[in-house]
């Protein structure tokens, strides 16, 4: 079951773009992600140029194969699989789908009043730092909400 993202940049010029991504939105992934490989602007704005994605890695990546040309289970299988968790999965990039571009607003107002809504919505905003809006429940410091979950982990263990 996919755990739905977006993920956007506000620019110096205060507009902003967002895009799509499928996969692992929830902060122990995406989030820790985009905390940890997409804190400069410009690889955020590469990959945001890159389009919507099937799931986020730690490093934008070449064009790759969408489905495994090996059987599951094998060793190809297991190295395209190992290979492919270390790069991004973009829809037109390497899926050749079409209609898949950046959503752009005038800035994080309009943002906030039109933008695509998912269970995680990130933004790197002009301050440098990540934000998160879990659920819709209004925008926080993406490390503290990372923080905040962990804390709240070990005090269920």
């Not at 973009?90 to 571009?101: H, K, L, M, S």
Request: charged residues 30%; proline residues 3%; glycine residues 8%.
């Amino acid at each position: 079951m996919a755990t739905r993202s977006t993920i956007a940049l506000e620019f110096a010029d205060g507009t902003v773009q967002q895009v799509y991504c499928h996969w692992d939105g929830y902060l122990d992934y995406n989030g820790k992600l985009l905390a940890e490989h997409y804190m400069d602007p410009f690889k955020l704005r590469d990959l945001i140029d890159r389009g919507d994605l099937s799931s986020l890695g730690p490093e934008l990546g070449d064009k790759h194969d969408f489905d495994c040309p090996h059987k599951y289970g094998t060793p190809e299988y297991e190295a395209w699989q190992e290979a492919k968790q270390k790069v991004c999965t973009f829809y037109g990039r390497d899926r050749n789908e079409t209609g898949v571009g950046a959503k752009s607003f005038k800035d994080f107002a309009d943002y906030k009043a039109n933008h695509q809504y998912e269970e995680y919505e990130y933004i790197l905003r002009t301050d440098g730092n990540w934000y998160v809006c879990q659920y819709g429940k209004g925008y926080e410091l993406l490390s503290e909400a990372i923080a905040n979950e962990e804390l709240e982990r070990e005090a269920a263990e």
